[in-house]
């Protein structure tokens, strides 16, 4: 019998770690995963970094412009607008990372388990995603938003979370379910269903490892897309509600009012979210190219 | 053809029979009720029969089931009824905002093209280089500016650089269309920038594809320059995926100018159906929803329609 | 070379879709351009490296490749995967990838070297002075554009012609390849036409602007045997009528012995041997050519007991060895093969990369000989069998169009065989055919719409998916493709062990690994490998895998499907060696499906022959290749080349005619009848049944 020989792994296993390994393949990715990082340590530790208490109205010191008391200038009430900015990326974060995660998630799972199964199951949740994309992004989530009102779980809006991730479910069902049904025609899954084995190993064992790439890019690209859909909904009223500092918040109410004469109270909150949604996009690119070689064979 | 489109339109009427359920339920749960809010919401007191007498007027006092056959039947005859707060045909409310909304589409949807098809292109045939980054770095910010910041920021530079804000009266493109687009270039811009990033990746990563693809390599082998490559070759066959999207974002774009008309004071769709949802008007915003997604449909039916067109694999079985 | 006007390339192209023989014209014509000595090469190609540029380390494709090509002339280009055959002949057409490099080396075409040529001037020789067809028809034209306009553009380009000048002499070049009704052919799209249709139209694009080289890369491997015979005598013929000088690169040595006047035979990345065709494939000079020779199974010499093999694993392109890269493969090396060998002349006129040349001309080295069988390979006709199909039929719905009507593609209709205890039972027919259906059908992948599958006992085709989950221990299936018929995400380890785990083979994880260890040994494989992912291993590695995975469950039967046909040649002898004798020591049974016959007929007892979804001839392995019965049986045969120069020229092998009817719309009466040499008008009326002509040997065809 013919002994074959075995080429030897060669990288050491330091640069074998994931994460090593997509910075240094993905610098602009490493960039953007820096970014994200300040953002969370700035979510998570506002108390210690924020200079000002981010609620509390001091009408004596409104609308005044940057200067080396208030680095960013203050709102209409006065508040400081940099500490709103750090609070503020805790409520990005918390209300974008958990839609979107809800939403992915859900729709992962729907749309693999239509794949897998097929036939009729998979005709009827194609109708139904269908039905869900006829409504526009924000015609769905106002409507949700109306419809559910405010629920809050130590002070986060359970039912704004719920807003945001239920738009996202058919578009990543959708996804989901093209690639799932690519995978599923291939010989390994067959292998599988020869082996007898129960749907639920070959689709928690064969399938959804192999959806992990398609799934982590659609989640960062929908984080970027939640982060934004709650800016826009809090301008709208209908997300976040004063006084808990929200960016999209800050560009809203009387903000809109003043802004032409304090350009500052608009500038920078757009600016963070623009680089919230930037930076997690451009993470998302990185995850792409940096999954892609490796697995096509 | 005919019977292809007769076919498709057939189908479309479940989707829009279940769009009409949906949403007719879905608002009966919400908490709120329009009446009080239309003659007790400035404070004013009145009696409970006042209330009562205009509760039946506007059909709110008949069971839920009686309700919506009416409005189906009202649906079958494309009556969308009155709406609830002005009392004004719900086709007269939307018709008079419609212009607007989709004037602003369409220019968005315009400058997005003769943005994207180029850059895209461009960075595509150049990548790697600083041209391929530029301009990949201009789409993917296109996706992070929130529209509605950007519709403020052409604000802000309007009034540092000519000292005056965008007109906040509407003309019609045929009474002036010089007053008009002034108007309506700004938004359109604002939102138009978003639509060109995402054509702008879609592009450019359609045409590396279409580049890598064994007939560019044998229109080599035949000694085709270039140019002529990606015009001929090339282009036609990347354009096709951006075709989907263009029609796709358009019809998004009908219902989510919902923002940008808020900061540039227009009096569009976008806000009539803000407006409607807070005053809780269930014709308007029933009327609305099966407008939206009628055109959907409709675009989604025109999409495949120019694919059918552009694809002979298509056309030809 | 006396060139055969009276013998236009149109009527030789026509005849190819005709039946007569071109045996006449092969035998009667010339072998060779008698004048190529005495003229100018053509081509010239002068120590020739590629290098491609990656991110972690410069890959050297090619190496000091030298070739001469004369005007008229036929030269083959052998190698495996990975041997740089494809990247050299893509250099001489400047076409490589951003990637590429071309840090040494000259072609001269015509007295100018076109490595020397701006971008500009190299354009005007692609297409027009040389021109090259590729191995994917299916993708290697433009889908949105018509036909005709992919065939006028260089006409254009190089030639100047006006629209309606171009448009003649495309509906010219359609005919000369044989392609009916030009004028309205010009008009439709590429999926409008079939494979082999599509090829000729890449054929008459390289044709347009009268090439004086023709460069086909793997011409035919995407296509049938039958299709690819048609392709390559039209190619001959117009090569031999129109003088043009033709480079076909190749895996298949019997495509070379048929077609080529002379062999350039290259192993990772160098020239290890070139020369006549006749002198190599009956003088061959290197260790590498003589391995390779020996290891194609050929369907003119009695079956030999194992296949010969070449040992272990062809080189990565990333492994920079010193000295000759075929020494540790090599039987005959010496510590002398570790400086990098000169090509020298040898004693047959050609020229050879082995330091023991000699040896080999004077007969001192020999390639070891394989076992001879030991095992009785005749089966017993008296026990029961292990499977046995009857009458088994698979309809598929399909919407075709834009209304979406719903028709029957009948994939597999009425098939009947049997497989005994530890028998190999072939399936052999080209695409269409159903065979490969007829193994999903056997694994439940599938429902059949009618039929039976008697397996221990039971009726497969009838049981509910619970009672089928104890039934799937006992048959198994290998796969095809290497690369996607293993999950990326697990190793190697998990894969064979996930069985085990599940019916609970091995009682603890412990007992798993030693079991998974013996496992690997059994296929040949070292421990250590269960540690790696499949994207770490080769392709005959992953398939071995994929055995030992399929033989971790203990099945009885095991569907082959293509098993080998995605390996390169030196590998699949070992893949071969290793089935059957995993089938000695276990008593397997196989039902092996393939579509090359030589493979086929090595490994199994019998064979059916499929077309069309239904069975044409059913026979002992030797008795339907030696004594075929039905019409398509003997043009599988006679498409089938031989690896050796002599017989093919004692060969007159007939080509099938026309194309594969549509699936939707199979003909009535025989199914084979619209393109059988001998069908007359009876065969259109009724389905032949299957009858017993011999003791053992079944035809269905009415004219036996």
Not at chain 3, 278 to 302: C, I, K, N
Request: hydrophobic share 45%; aromatic share 6%; with cysteine.
């Amino acid at each position: 019998m013919t002994d074959t020989t075995l080429r030897p792994a060669k990288r050491s296993s330091w640069l074998r770690n994931p994460v090593v390994d997509f910075c240094i393949k993905q610098p602009a990715g490493m960039v953007a995963l820096l970014v994200l990082l300040v953002m969370m340590f700035a979510g998570v530790f506002a108390e210690y970094i924020a200079p000002y208490d981010p609620v509390r109205n001091n009408l004596a010191s409104m609308l005044q412009p940057p200067s080396w008391k208030h680095l960013l200038g203050t709102d209409p009430f006065g508040r400081d607008i940099l500490s709103r900015i750090i609070y503020g990326a805790r409520t990005a974060l918390i209300i974008g990372l958990s839609s979107a995660f809800v939403g992915c998630t859900i729709g992962a799972i729907i749309g693999a388990a239509s794949a897998y199964f097929g036939g009729k199951i998979d005709n009827a949740i194609q109708r139904c995603i269908d039905l869900m994309l006829s409504f526009p992004l924000i015609v769905l989530a106002l409507v949700v938003v109306a419809v559910l009102g405010r629920w809050l779980v130590f002070g986060i809006d359970i039912n704004l979370i719920l807003a945001i991730a239920i738009p996202i479910i058919p578009q990543v069902a959708r996804v989901i379910r093209s690639s799932a049904l690519v995978i599923r025609n291939l010989p390994y899954v067959d292998a599988a269903r020869i082996a007898g084995y129960s749907n639920t190993r070959i689709v928690l064992r064969h399938m959804i490892p192999n959806l992990m790439a398609p799934y982590l890019i659609m989640l960062t690209a929908y984080i970027a897309q939640a982060i934004l859909l709650e800016a826009v909904l809090s301008f709208l009223g209908l997300g976040v509600a004063e006084p808990v500092p929200a960016w999209g918040l800050m560009l809203s109410g009387s903000a809109s009012d003043f802004f032409e004469e304090a350009p500052w109270i608009v500038i920078f909150p757009g600016l963070a979210i623009s680089l919230a949604v930037f930076a997690f996009n451009l993470l998302g690119d990185a995850l792409r190219d940096w999954l892609d070689p490796k697995f096509k064979s | 053809m005919f019977r292809y489109v007769a076919n498709r339109l057939l189908l479309a009427i479940p989707t829009l029979i279940g769009v009409a359920v949906i949403t007719f339920f879905v608002l009966r749960v919400l908490p709120g009720d329009i009446v009080e809010a239309k003659l007790r919401g400035d404070g004013t007191t009145v009696t409970a029969d006042v209330i009562e007498r205009e509760r039946a007027r506007l059909g709110l006092d008949k069971p839920r089931s009686e309700q919506f056959v009416d409005w189906m039947k009202g649906l079958a005859r494309l009556d969308l009824g009155n709406s609830m707060w002005t009392g004004r045909p719900v086709i007269e409310e939307v018709g008079a905002r419609f212009e607007i909304t989709f004037q602003i589409a369409l220019m968005a949807t315009l400058i997005g093209c003769f943005i994207a098809i180029p850059l895209g292109t461009l960075a595509a045939l150049h990548r790697g280089t600083w041209i391929d980054t530029a301009v990949r770095v201009f789409a993917v910010a296109g996706l992070a500016v929130p529209s509605f910041w950007l519709g403020m920021l052409i604000i802000l530079a309007m009034l540092w650089s000519i000292g005056t804000l965008p007109p906040l009266t509407f003309t019609p493109i045929w009474q002036n269309p010089a007053a008009n687009l002034w108007q309506l270039i700004w938004p359109a811009l604002a939102v138009g920038y978003r639509f060109a990033a995402v054509l702008t990746r879609i592009v450019r990563s359609s045409l590396l594809e279409v580049l890598g693809e064994d007939y560019i390599r044998t229109a080599r082998a035949k000694g085709v320059i270039e140019s002529v490559i990606v015009r001929r070759h090339a282009l036609r066959n990347a354009l096709l995926p951006a075709v989907t999207v263009i029609g796709l974002e358009f019809a998004f774009l009908l219902g989510g100018l919902v923002v940008t008309e808020q900061v540039f004071s227009l009096n569009g769709l976008g806000k009539l159906f803000v407006q409607s949802v807070a005053r809780h008007d269930f014709t308007l915003i029933q009327g609305m929803v099966m407008l939206f997604a009628t055109f959907y449909i409709v675009t989604n039916l025109v999409i495949d329609l120019v694919y059918a067109a552009l694809d002979p694999r298509v056309r030809y079985q | 070379m006396t060139e055969r006007r009276h013998t236009p390339a149109a009527a030789v192209a026509r005849d190819a879709l005709g039946s007569p023989t071109i045996g006449e014209a092969v035998v009667a014509g010339e072998r060779g351009p008698a004048s190529a000595a005495s003229a100018q090469p053509l081509l010239s190609v002068d120590d020739l490296h590629v290098n491609f540029a990656t991110d972690i380390v410069t890959v050297r494709a090619v190496e000091g490749f030298s070739l001469q090509v004369s005007p008229g002339e036929i030269v083959a280009l052998v190698g495996e995967s990975g041997s740089g055959k494809s990247v050299s002949a893509h250099s001489i057409m400047r076409l490589l990838p951003r990637t590429g490099r071309i840090p040494r080396g000259r072609i001269m075409f015509e007295g100018r070297d076109l490595l020397a040529l701006p971008e500009e001037q190299m354009r005007d020789v692609r297409g027009r002075e040389i021109a090259m067809i590729f191995q994917e028809p299916m993708t290697s034209l433009n889908p949105v554009l018509p036909i005709g306009l992919q065939i006028i553009e260089p006409l254009q380009f190089h030639l100047g012609m006006t629209a309606q000048q171009a448009n003649a002499r495309a509906a010219e070049l359609l005919r000369l390849v044989g392609i009916s009704d030009p004028e309205q052919r010009l008009k439709q799209y590429p999926h409008q036409f079939s494979g082999g249709m599509r090829q000729r139209v890449m054929i008459a694009i390289g044709l347009a602007c009268n090439p004086k080289l023709i460069i086909a890369d793997e011409p035919t491997t995407a296509l049938d045997v039958t299709i690819q015979a048609q392709i390559l005598e039209l190619m001959k013929s117009l090569s031999r009528d129109l003088g043009i000088a033709l480079i076909i690169i190749t895996h298949n040595l019997g495509i070379v012995a048929r077609y080529a006047h002379r062999v350039v035979v290259m192993y990772s990345g160098r020239v290890v041997e070139q020369g006549d065709a006749d002198a190599m494939f009956h003088r061959p000079r290197h260790p590498y050519t003589m391995g390779l020779l020996r290891s194609v199974p050929r369907l003119d010499r009695p079956r030999t007991g194992q296949l010969e093999t070449i040992e272990g694993l062809p080189p990565s392109a990333a492994d920079q060895l010193p000295g000759c890269r075929f020494a540790p493969r090599c039987p005959f090396h010496l510590p002398a093969c570790d400086t990098p060998p000169p090509l020298a002349p040898t004693d047959t006129g050609g020229l050879s990369a082995c330091i023991r040349m000699q040896d080999i001309a004077a007969g001192k080295l020999a390639w070891k000989r394989a076992d001879a069988a030991t095992w009785s390979d005749t089966p017993e006709e008296t026990q029961q069998p292990v499977i046995s199909v009857r009458g088994l039929t698979k309809h598929f719905p399909v919407k075709t169009g834009l209304l979406a009507r719903t028709h029957q593609v009948r994939a597999v209709e009425d098939v009947n065989f049997a497989v005994g205890p530890g028998e190999t039972l072939g399936l052999v027919g080209e695409s269409g055919c159903g065979k490969s259906t007829v193994g999903r059908l056997i694994l439940r992948l599938e429902n059949p719409t009618m039929g039976s599958i008697e397996f221990g006992g039971r009726n497969l085709a009838d049981m509910s998916r619970a009672e089928l989950k104890a039934m799937r221990r006992k048959i198994q299936a290998v796969f095809q493709d290497p690369y996607s018929s293993l999950n990326p995400r697990m190793t190697t380890g998990q894969i064979i062990a996930e069985p085990l785990k599940v019916y609970g083979i091995s009682s603890s994880d412990a007992a798993a690994r030693e079991r998974v260890t013996s496992l690997l040994s059994e296929v040949g494989l070292r421990p250590e490998t269960a540690e790696r992912y499949p994207h770490q291993l080769s392709g005959g590695q992953r398939q071995r895998v994929g055995i030992a995975r399929a033989l971790a469950i203990e099945p009885e039967f095991i569907v082959c499907d293509e098993a080998v046909s995605a390996l390169d040649v030196s590998i699949q002898g070992q893949i071969v060696n290793l089935l059957e004798s995993l089938q000695r020591k276990r008593g397997l049974s196989y039902l092996f499906i393939a579509h090359d016959l030589a493979v086929v007929r090595h490994i199994s007892s019998r064979i059916v022959v499929m077309y069309l979804g239904r069975v044409m001839e059913t026979a002992d392995r030797d008795e339907l290749c030696e004594r075929p019965l039905h019409p398509y049986t003997k043009l599988l045969l006679d498409a089938a080349p031989i690896p050796d120069p002599k017989v093919e020229k004692e060969r007159a092998p007939r080509l099938i005619k026309g194309e594969l009817p549509s699936p939707l719309a199979p003909p009535t009466g025989c199914v084979f009848h619209t393109r059988c040499p001998i069908a007359t008008a009876e065969c259109r009326a009724d389905i032949p049944a299957l009858r017993e002509i011999r003791p053992g040997h079944t035809v269905a065809c009415i004219k036996v």
